[in-house]
């Protein structure tokens, strides 16, 4: 299972060339994680509060097409892979003229007292779950 976001590409994402500058992918990925995590029914200020940390530990894109101003996208969201300490997520960005880039984070769960890795709460592991198109394991 797939999870799906949309927005338009604004005028304050584009650049003199009037394409979405390439930073300004990350903040949408960004922003659709945010909305992923709030459906799956956690809420990332209520989990920093209290501790938990999910930081990207590494991030990479690939761009195939312009993403312009005004330009209506869809954002397809999995999980890749999830892992005992870590989960990756794969981003794909679509428009009527076809995939425009692809974006991938990884995810570490961290305790912040002891600065390491620690295994991923069963909660979020449940809940990420049914959006793993990969085999775990």
Known sequence: MNYSYAFEVRLHDVDHAGVMFFAHLFVHAHDAYEAFMAHLGLDLSTMIS????????????DYFQPLHHGEK???????????????????SLHATTGLLAKVRTVHVH?????????????TLRQRLQPYCNTPIS
């Open 50 to 61: 209290t501790g938990e940390r999910l930081p990207i530990v590494h991030s990479s894109a």
């Open 110 to 122: 961290l305790d912040p007292r002891i600065n390491a890795a620690i295994p991923l709460p069963q």
């Open 73 to 91: 996208i869809t954002l397809t969201l999995e999980i890749k892979t999830l892992g005992e300490t870590s989960f990756t997520i794969d981003y």
